[in-house]
């Protein structure tokens, strides 16, 4: 009997834990990566990258009809069900102003900053909402590889895009265009200040899967300096995000993040604040163990603070 995982979304499809027959049936080339754990239940090794990759893969096959999905080694291969989470309340989110409608169709525009090479936000957002999506990266084999996952993929090459950031320092500028309009914006920003601190998360991590064993440490989910750390960590991401979105805050209707620590709240409220705002919101999510949030903003939106 499957058990519902009831703190994911409503809408999340991945609510009940993993059918590994019934992903196997859709993606034949997992199963060689699934075993039974000492608890009588089938499992993957979700310290080796490789099983997470595939698990991901017969994830976006079986519930979004995505046959051609991959990224190079050592980039983000995030969870999907927590990426769905994010995804379906920025529906609720866009909802909210539809008169409790949620917009579907690819007049519904949405930035993706950071999409990596796995493109995971713009292929559930466009597969269950129909959504057209740009994505954005400084890192240029990423943009490559999502571009790539989009062009042999038919259900998806005509509503996705994808932009270079040339400025290292840059987030929309450089992205959105003079008078081009978004509906929302979206953002997984890295978490770490410095690549030392990304390491360790990654020992964390390892040691928390109990698979640590005198091994050399993989970070089970990759990821890339972009991906994982930037100078002052997510703070100041977010802070530079918020002063970049008021010089285009005419050209869309929601700015969001996900913040991964609700001690960093304060000092990202002040600056959404700061900026002249005229609706902030925070939406709290949670997958499992872990809590999380995002942050939305708007300067066209007229709302009372929700702190």
């Given at each position: 009997?499957?058990?519902?995982?009831?703190?994911?979304?409503?809408?999340?499809?991945?609510?009940?834990?993993?059918?590994?027959?019934?992903?196997?049936?859709?993606?034949?080339?997992?199963?060689?990566?699934?075993?039974?754990?000492?608890?009588?239940?089938?499992?993957?090794?979700?310290?080796?990258?490789?099983?997470?990759?595939?698990?991901?893969?017969?994830?976006?096959?079986?519930?979004?009809?995505?046959?051609?999905?991959?990224?190079?080694?050592?980039?983000?291969?995030?969870?999907?069900?927590?990426?769905?989470?994010?995804?379906?309340?920025?529906?609720?989110?866009?909802?909210?102003?539809?008169?409790?409608?949620?917009?579907?169709?690819?007049?519904?525009?949405?930035?993706?900053?950071?999409?990596?090479?796995?493109?995971?936000?713009?292929?559930?957002?466009?597969?269950?909402?129909?959504?057209?999506?740009?994505?954005?990266?400084?890192?240029?084999?990423a943009v490559s590889s999502a571009e790539n996952i989009a062009a042999i993929n038919p259900a998806l090459k005509n509503d996705l895009s994808f932009r270079l950031q040339h400025s290292s320092s840059g987030i929309f500028r450089g992205i959105?265009?003079?008078?081009?309009?978004?509906?929302i914006t979206m953002c997984n920003p890295p978490f770490h200040a410095s690549a030392e601190e990304a390491r360790m998360g990654s020992h964390r991590k390892v040691k928390n899967l109990g698979k640590r064993k005198g091994k050399e440490v993989?970070?089970?989910?990759?990821?890339?300096?972009?991906?994982?750390?930037?100078?002052?960590?997510?703070?100041?991401?977010?802070?530079?995000?918020?002063?970049?979105?008021?010089?285009?805050?005419?050209?869309?209707?929601?700015?969001?993040?996900?913040?991964?620590?609700?001690?960093?709240?304060?000092?990202?409220?002040?600056?959404?604040?700061?900026?002249?705002?005229?609706?902030?919101?925070?939406?709290?999510?949670?997958?499992?163990?872990?809590?999380?949030?995002?942050?939305?903003?708007?300067?066209?939106?007229?709302?009372?603070?929700?702190?």
């Open positions: 009997m499957s058990v519902e995982k009831r703190e994911l979304h409503p809408r999340n499809l991945h609510r009940s834990r993993y059918d590994f027959p019934e992903l196997i049936q859709s993606y034949p080339q997992l199963e060689q990566f699934v075993f039974t754990n000492p608890y009588g239940d089938l499992s993957v090794d979700f310290a080796n990258p490789e099983a997470v990759k595939t698990l991901n893969a017969a994830l976006l096959k079986h519930f979004y009809g995505i046959a051609h999905w991959d990224i190079p080694e050592n980039y983000l291969c995030p969870p999907i069900p927590g990426r769905a989470d994010y995804i379906h309340y920025l529906a609720d989110l866009l909802a909210s102003g539809n008169n409790n409608v949620i917009p579907q169709g690819n007049s519904i525009k949405v930035l993706d900053i950071g999409v990596g090479a796995n493109c995971i936000y713009p292929i559930i957002g466009h597969q269950v909402y129909g959504w057209q999506f740009v994505g954005s990266d400084v890192d240029k084999r959105v265009k003079p008078g081009e309009k978004f509906d993989v970070l089970n989910f990759g990821g890339q300096q972009a991906e994982l750390w930037c100078k002052g960590g997510e703070v100041e991401f977010i802070k530079n995000m918020v002063r970049e979105s008021k010089e285009i805050g005419a050209q869309c209707r929601w700015f969001t993040s996900l913040v991964s620590k609700s001690a960093h709240l304060p000092m990202i409220y002040d600056a959404i604040d700061r900026a002249g705002a005229t609706a902030l919101k925070t939406i709290d999510m949670s997958q499992g163990q872990k809590q999380s949030r995002f942050v939305a903003w708007s300067f066209l939106v007229t709302l009372n603070h929700d702190l």
